[in-house]
C-alpha cells in the first residue's frame, strides 16, 4: 500500500467518525468508545510486520492537530483522548518491540 493511501487513512477517517458521534450523543461515553477505536488499531498492528510506530504518528499527528482547531468540547475531547491514547501505544511498541521472526 502506497503512503498516499495507507491503512492510517482509514484510521483517521474512523476516527473522525467515531468524534462526530461522540459530539453529537451526549449519551455515548468517551472509554468505551476510545477502547473500540484502539481496539481497531490492535487488529491493524497485529495483521502485519511493518512500522507499527509510524503507522500510529501518522493517526496521531493529524487527529492531534484537528483537536486544537476543533471548537466542539466533545468532539475535541475524543480527539485529543485518541491521540493521548496513540501516543501512549506508540510508547508501548519503542519499549517493547515485537520479536519478528
Known amino acids: 500500500m502506497t503512503a498516499e493511501f495507507g491503512p492510517y487513512i482509514q484510521m483517521r477517517k474512523l476516527a473522525q ?16 468508545l476510545l477502547a473500540h477505536f484502539m481496539d481497531e ?7 502485519d510486520r511493518f512500522d507499527h ?5 501518522k493517526i496521531r499527528g493529524p487527529l492531534k492537530i484537528d483537536a486544537e482547531v476543533t471548537l466542539d468540547h466533545r ?3 475524543f480527539l485529543k ?6 501516543q501512549e501505544r506508540i510508547h508501548q511498541e519503542i519499549e517493547t518491540p515485537t520479536i519478528s521472526a
Request: charge should be negative.
Open 41 to 47: 488499531v490492535e487488529v491493524n498492528v497485529a495483521s
Open 53 to 57: 510506530s509510524g503507522f500510529m504518528e
Open 75 to 77: 468532539r475535541k475531547e
Open 17 to 32: 467518525q467515531m468524534a462526530i458521534q461522540y459530539q453529537k450523543d451526549p449519551d455515548i461515553d468517551l472509554t468505551p
Open 81 to 86: 483522548a485518541v491521540a493521548e491514547a496513540l
